[in-house]
């Protein structure tokens, strides 16, 4: 087990240099110029070469490379080359307690409305009650989740004034402040979200339902309750949580049309406007962590194979 | 006694006739010292300054004209809550670093100037109490205001106009060290008096240069703040000697402004607290807005399909007035079909130029009025060049007659024909850069081009970091784009229409193209005339020659000039005095 995770672990880092320097790379190759988009009203060819030069931007893009790595290595992600130069290190822990707010919210409503509606579904396969889950699954993957924001926005802020329109509040602030400021967008992306986990959960219980060892347990007498969540679901979990673990991390990052609407500054966004920008180390500093995010989600989802069916070793 | 109506318009016209009576030679507009000094300027000098600048109306004239403006309705104290339209973060309030109108809005409320316009582009003092120009134009020597704190405590005086002064001059630290490249020099006289002196008269030296939002290069920093915070926390939490101090930056959260007592005018700021919070995106901030969660909009301007909606909202009030700036398809002279390498030739000659025929043709295919409405639903003024409306003396009322750009179809269509396209046959498909944001704008221009003209012209949307600098380089067919934040002809007439104007293709390769968009050796000896020219009136002609030759020899096609639109809750009281196009100053602004 701990031969396991070492070596994940130093997979995982070998990734995430991948992914850093691919990103490296491409972002200096794609047309644009951070300095001639900064100084758009301001200074001619001379301000531009020595504002590149002081940014260290006038160098081989071998050499910046190597510095930026350097740096990286010591823990160091650099400054944004826009406004006053705010570190990296700070744009991202301001925007990533945002960002995992709201994805956890959004992760634990999908999962509260899921798990039940993928169980019901399954149970009760080919009903009425079956067919309306569906469709509302259906009608949850087919919305767009801007176009879901914007609803409940006019909804429930605009029309009703129970919740905010805008913004977030920090926990710290007050546990009820930050629940009412998220609990929208957190609907907004955990639908669709919710939508996908149910009919994995359905279709994964339908398969282990019909398989000889539940045929086996029901022989024994177990009850039903006891045979959903003593046996069938624990198996129909195992490539559900697959799913949970790439979806999750891609929340992380794609929250950002959501984030937009509602006026939350979190990682998506910062990696977006980084780009826009060609703010490359913002840009860096963020894929840095989302890769991470990835990785590591993918690693938990991993470990949690193990737990959830012992027959698979981690070795 | 009561007085007659009678005596009251001989009174008004007695006042207009002495606010107009001064030698326009005179850069004190007849004025003396006693009458320029502040902290308020005499009413006499008010309404000269007002005439002088083209703003001076009847009912500035009118027994109490001039204070009702100032007074806002409404009790002290409370919590405004704003949203700043259009962007995600406010990424620096440092001046020396800010470059956009979204930001010195903010500034302009925490850090002051020497000098302030006003609603009506008057600059008056802010933190200048007096200030006195020499007869020759090349001196100014201000008196400080005295007793002033920085929001930190440090007391303010001449060393931090010094300070400033050098920090902006340093290109490394600031992007503004341009704006000071006509200051030889700037002396301390006293503690409280310094003194600029130019290396040549500039006309635009109190609006341009001290203007503490516009102008940025002389916004007045601490010192104190930026030696123990850093830089990047000063741009964070800019500490000044503004009505309101920055209490919490959080970035792409937004900026907490609260009182700050010991503001130089006791009377000022009215609110305690202002929060405001970056939204982008169109549909967010219409909706943060009926659902009460802000009650003020600044910011970038609002989208103008949101007008109608807001207008139609009793809970609301829309405010529309001239904006200061103008839009422009960018039509590039180095490529076919519209290439002119040569816009010093005489009128007719140029008349018989092809390329110069497809320029012309294509300017004044601009049906403006359809574009506006289709593009802006009808909130914009047609421009034809780049003076704006808000500029208000120097505007050319005319203008949109006498340029050769007004629209024309059937000009257009014979001046294309003649060209060698008859119904825009032949002509090739031009590409038109545009940012993803205006691709709507493109696409209504394109369909006016095909309409009017039978041409085909590609939308090509990149992002402004690439379209900028294909612009920089002269990489383009056409570009749709412009300039805001004008409010002195100089704006307009040295940053865009000279022939070293900083964005007449300043990264081109000068080997291949010896100018960028447009090179006129009469605009260019005309603006430099003008921009150094204290005679209001001349510089006028000065400044309206000038623009009326971009306009006609087609520097580019003149589009639009925005209109500069204020949007709040019904709660929120704004009085004239804080309504200056382009700005949000909140320091009188009250809530209901």
């Given at each position: 087990m701990t031969s396991y995770m070492l070596r994940r672990l130093i997979g995982s880092f070998i990734v995430m240099w991948a992914v850093a320097t691919l990103v490296f790379f491409m972002l200096r190759l794609v047309p644009g110029d951070p300095v001639a988009a900064m100084l758009a009203d301001a200074g001619g060819p001379d301000e531009i070469a020595a504002m590149k030069a002081r940014l260290g931007l006038d160098r081989s893009v071998f050499v910046q490379y190597g510095i930026w790595f350097s740096n990286m290595l010591q823990g160091d992600l650099g400054s944004s080359i826009y406004g006053s130069r705010i570190e990296v290190a700070r744009i991202i822990a301001e925007a990533l307690p945002r960002t995992l707010s709201l994805s956890l919210l959004a992760f634990l409503i999908a999962m509260v409305i899921a798990i039940p509606a993928g169980i019901i579904s399954a149970t009760r396969r080919n009903t009425m009650t079956d067919n309306t889950v569906s469709l509302f699954a259906f009608l949850g993957l087919s919305m767009p989740d801007f176009w879901l924001a914007i609803i409940l926005i006019i909804i429930f802020a605009a029309n009703l004034q129970w919740l905010p329109a805008i913004g977030y509040t920090p926990m710290d602030e007050g546990l009820w402040q930050w629940f009412r400021h998220l609990i929208l967008p957190a609907i907004a992306i955990g639908t669709a979200f919710s939508a996908i986990i149910a009919r994995m959960i359905r279709s994964s219980l339908l398969e282990v339902l019909n398989s000889d060892y539940m045929r086996t347990a029901r022989a024994k007498g177990l009850t039903p309750r006891m045979l959903m969540f003593g046996h069938a679901l624990p198996n129909a979990m195992i490539p559900v949580i697959t799913v949970i673990g790439i979806a999750f991390a891609l929340l992380i990052s794609g929250a950002v049309v959501v984030e937009n609407v509602f006026a939350i500054k979190g990682l998506g966004r910062v990696l977006i406007e980084g780009i826009l920008n060609r703010d490359y180390p913002v840009v860096q500093g963020a894929v840095l962590v989302v890769s991470a995010i990835f990785v590591f989600s993918n690693l938990i989802v991993d470990l949690l194979y193990g737990l959830i069916d012992p027959r698979i070793r981690l070795n | 006694?009561?007085?007659?109506?009678?005596?009251?318009?001989?009174?008004?016209?007695?006042?207009?006739?002495?606010?107009?009576?001064?030698?326009?030679?005179?850069?004190?507009?007849?004025?003396?010292?006693?009458?320029?000094?502040?902290?308020?300027?005499?009413?006499?000098?008010?309404?000269?300054?007002?005439?002088?600048?083209?703003?001076?109306?009847?009912?500035?004239?009118?027994?109490?004209?001039?204070?009702?403006?100032?007074?806002?309705?409404?009790?002290?104290?409370?919590?405004?809550?704003?949203?700043?339209?259009?962007?995600?973060?406010?990424?620096?309030?440092?001046?020396?670093?800010?470059?956009?109108?979204?930001?010195?809005?903010?500034?302009?409320?925490?850090?002051?100037?020497?000098?302030?316009?006003?609603?009506?582009?008057?600059?008056?003092?802010?933190?200048?109490?007096?200030?006195?120009?020499?007869?020759?134009?090349?001196?100014?020597?201000?008196?400080?205001?005295?007793?002033?704190?920085?929001?930190?405590?440090?007391?303010?005086?001449?060393?931090?106009?010094?300070?400033?002064?050098?920090?902006?001059?340093?290109?490394?630290?600031?992007?503004?060290?341009?704006?000071?490249?006509?200051?030889?020099?700037?002396?301390?006289?006293?503690?409280?008096?310094?003194?600029?002196?130019?290396?040549?008269?500039?006309?635009?030296?109190?609006?341009?240069?001290?203007?503490?939002?516009?102008?940025?290069?002389?916004?007045?920093?601490?010192?104190?703040?930026?030696?123990?915070?850093?830089?990047?926390?000063?741009?964070?939490?800019?500490?000044?000697?503004?009505?309101?101090?920055?209490?919490?930056?959080?970035?792409?959260?937004?900026?907490?402004?609260?009182?700050?007592?010991?503001?130089?005018?006791?009377?000022?700021?009215?609110?305690?607290?202002?929060?405001?919070?970056?939204?982008?995106?169109?549909?967010?901030?219409?909706?943060?807005?009926?659902?009460?969660?802000?009650?003020?909009?600044?910011?970038?301007?609002?989208?103008?399909?949101?007008?109608?909606?807001?207008?139609?909202?009793?809970?609301?009030?829309?405010?529309?007035?001239?904006?200061?700036?103008?839009?422009?398809?960018?039509?590039?002279?180095?490529?076919?079909?519209?290439?002119?390498?040569?816009?010093?030739?005489?009128?007719?000659?140029?008349?018989?130029?092809?390329?110069?025929?497809?320029?012309?043709?294509?300017?004044?295919?601009?049906?403006?009025?359809?574009?506006?409405?289709?593009?802006?639903?009808?909130?914009?003024?047609?421009?034809?060049?780049?003076?704006?409306?808000?500029?208000?003396?120097?505007?050319?009322?005319?203008?949109?007659?006498?340029?050769?750009?007004?629209?024309?179809?059937?000009?257009?269509?014979?001046?294309?024909?003649?060209?060698?396209?008859?119904?825009?046959?032949?002509?090739?498909?031009?590409?038109?850069?545009?940012?993803?944001?205006?691709?709507?704008?493109?696409?209504?221009?394109?369909?006016?081009?095909?309409?009017?003209?039978?041409?085909?012209?590609?939308?090509?949307?990149?992002?402004?970091?690439?379209?900028?600098?294909?612009?920089?380089?002269?990489?383009?067919?056409?570009?749709?784009?412009?300039?805001?934040?004008?409010?002195?002809?100089?704006?307009?007439?040295?940053?865009?229409?000279?022939?070293?104007?900083?964005?007449?293709?300043?990264?081109?390769?000068?080997?291949?193209?010896?100018?960028?968009?447009?090179?006129?050796?009469?605009?260019?000896?005309?603006?430099?005339?003008?921009?150094?020219?204290?005679?209001?009136?001349?510089?006028?002609m000065l400044v309206q020659e000038a623009n009326q030759i971009t306009s006609d020899k087609v520097t580019c096609g003149f589009l639009y000039h925005p209109v500069d639109v204020l949007v709040h809750s019904k709660v929120v009281n704004v009085p004239a005095a804080n309504r200056i196009p382009g700005l949000a100053d909140l320091d009188r602004v009250t809530l209901n």
């Open positions: - | 006694m009561k007085r007659s109506d009678a005596h009251i318009l001989k009174r008004m016209r007695a006042l207009w006739d002495d606010a107009h009576d001064f030698d326009p030679k005179d850069p004190m507009f007849g004025l003396t010292a006693a009458e320029m000094s502040g902290p308020a300027l005499s009413r006499r000098a008010t309404l000269r300054l007002l005439a002088a600048g083209g703003a001076l109306t009847a009912a500035h004239l009118m027994p109490g004209g001039m204070t009702g403006a100032a007074q806002a309705e409404g009790k002290s104290g409370g919590t405004l809550n704003c949203g700043w339209a259009g962007v995600a973060e406010i990424q620096t309030l440092d001046p020396a670093q800010i470059g956009q109108v979204l930001q010195f809005q903010i500034t302009s409320n925490v850090l002051s100037g020497l000098m302030h316009i006003d609603n009506n582009l008057v600059p008056r003092g802010d933190l200048a109490e007096d200030w006195v120009v020499s007869d020759d134009g090349l001196t100014y020597t201000f008196k400080l205001r005295q007793g002033l704190t920085f929001h930190n405590g440090d007391p303010f005086n001449a060393d931090d106009v010094i300070y400033t002064y050098e920090r902006s001059s340093n290109p490394d630290i600031s992007i503004h060290s341009k704006v000071l490249a006509n200051v030889a020099s700037l002396e301390k006289i006293g503690d409280y008096e310094v003194r600029f002196t130019l290396k040549n008269p500039q006309a635009s030296f109190l609006t341009k240069t001290l203007e503490r939002a516009s102008g940025r290069a002389m916004t007045i920093v601490s010192r104190g703040a930026i030696e123990k915070m850093g830089a990047a926390q000063y741009g964070l939490t800019p500490v000044g000697t503004g009505p309101f101090k920055v209490t919490e930056h959080v970035l792409g959260q937004g900026v907490t402004l609260e009182k700050f007592a010991d503001y130089y005018d006791p009377e000022r700021p009215k609110l305690d607290r202002i929060i405001i919070r970056p939204i982008d995106g169109v549909e967010p901030i219409a909706a943060a807005l009926e659902a009460g969660d802000i009650q003020y909009i600044g910011g970038n301007p609002i989208a103008p399909q949101l007008i109608d909606r807001f207008k139609a909202n009793p809970d609301l009030v829309v405010d529309i007035k001239p904006g200061p700036g103008f839009q422009s398809v960018w039509l590039n002279p180095w490529r076919e079909p519209m290439k002119v390498t040569d816009f010093n030739r005489p009128m007719d000659e140029m008349l018989k130029d092809k390329g110069f025929m497809v320029r012309l043709a294509l300017a004044k295919a601009l049906d403006r009025d359809t574009y506006i409405k289709q593009a802006h639903f009808g909130y914009a003024v047609p421009g034809y060049g780049s003076i704006n409306p808000a500029m208000a003396f120097y505007y050319d009322q005319e203008i949109g007659e006498k340029s050769q750009q007004a629209f024309d179809p059937d000009g257009a269509r014979a001046l294309l024909a003649e060209a060698g396209f008859p119904d825009g046959k032949g002509f090739p498909e031009l590409e038109m850069i545009v940012t993803p944001g205006s691709k709507r704008n493109g696409l209504v221009l394109a369909n006016i081009y095909k309409k009017v003209l039978g041409i085909t012209i590609k939308v090509v949307p990149k992002e402004f970091s690439v379209g900028i600098q294909d612009f920089n380089n002269m990489e383009f067919d056409m570009r749709l784009g412009g300039s805001g934040g004008d409010y002195d002809p100089d704006d307009g007439l040295v940053d865009w229409m000279m022939t070293t104007s900083k964005f007449n293709g300043r990264t081109r390769d000068k080997a291949k193209y010896p100018f960028g968009y447009f090179s006129n050796d009469l605009v260019d000896s005309l603006t430099d005339e003008e921009s150094v020219t204290a005679d209001l009136e001349k510089r006028k």
